[in-house]
């Protein structure tokens, strides 16, 4: 577009993720790579909670938790997703939404592996999002589990990835005034050709 300022440089809006990332990575104090991530449960109720991204993809990103999470079991139950990273030190946002496939095979198997030993112990002892009797009763179960998995625990067929292939991506800059830089990358469907607007702050 001809009025795309330089911070939204590139015709693919993955690439421009990845450079404000790297961007974010160099600035934000803590977790560059977190991110707002919202779903909608049976009754059209909608959550949003903060996770890590963890790989920007070619046409999609990937995450990691516990497939029997609140967040996991809204995942598969509607296919969808919308998620947000602001960094407050460069004033960006990103945003998108789209849809959600499981990743679960060597990806996951190798991201898993890569985790601290405590971290993976904890993916086996945490039934997360349910209720919990006590801290005690966790650091109990976690103390067990490292008894009966040892060193070299493999990875929870209940954990794994999810890739969100978007359909919409929003990037967003601080403007003065309030008179803001936003852009949308839109589609139809997965595969087709992206329309890029410039959208009224």
């Known amino acids: 577009m001809s009025d795309r300022t330089g911070i939204f440089a590139g015709d693919d809006p993955f690439e421009i993720a990845r450079q404000w990332?790297?961007?974010?990575?160099?600035s934000e104090p803590n977790d560059p790579n977190a991110m707002a991530l919202a779903t909608v449960d049976e009754h059209?109720?909608?959550?949003?909670?903060?996770?890590?991204?963890k790989t920007i993809a070619e046409d999609s990103i990937v995450f990691y938790t516990n497939y029997e999470s609140a967040k996991g079991r809204e995942i598969d139950g509607q296919g969808k997703a919308a998620m947000v990273m602001h960094w407050k030190s460069l004033r960006r946002q990103v945003r998108m939404r789209g849809l959600v496939t499981r990743e679960e095979g060597p990806e996951a198997d190798a991201y898993f592996a890569s985790r601290s030993l405590q971290s993976r112990l904890g993916a086996w002892a945490s039934e997360q999002s349910r209720p919990l009797a006590s801290r005690q009763s966790l650091m109990t179960k976690v103390a067990k589990i490292t008894a009966t998995k040892g060193v070299s625990p493999?990875?929870?067929?209940?954990?794994?990835?999810?890739r969100i292939t978007?359909?919409?991506?929003?990037?967003?800059?601080?403007?003065?005034?309030?008179l803001?830089?936003?852009?949308?990358?839109?589609?139809?469907?997965?595969?087709?050709?992206?329309?890029?607007?410039?959208?009224?702050?």
């Open 21 to 26: 990332l790297g961007e974010a990575e160099a």
């Open 44 to 53: 059209g109720l909608p959550n949003v909670r903060m996770v890590l991204l």
């Open 154 to 162: 493999d990875r929870p067929p209940y954990w794994g990835g999810y």
């Open 166 to 178: 978007p359909l919409e991506i929003e990037f967003w800059a601080d403007g003065a005034f309030r």
């Open 180 to 201: 803001h830089d936003r852009f949308v990358w839109r589609r139809e469907k997965i595969g087709d050709a992206w329309n890029v607007l410039r959208l009224n702050p």
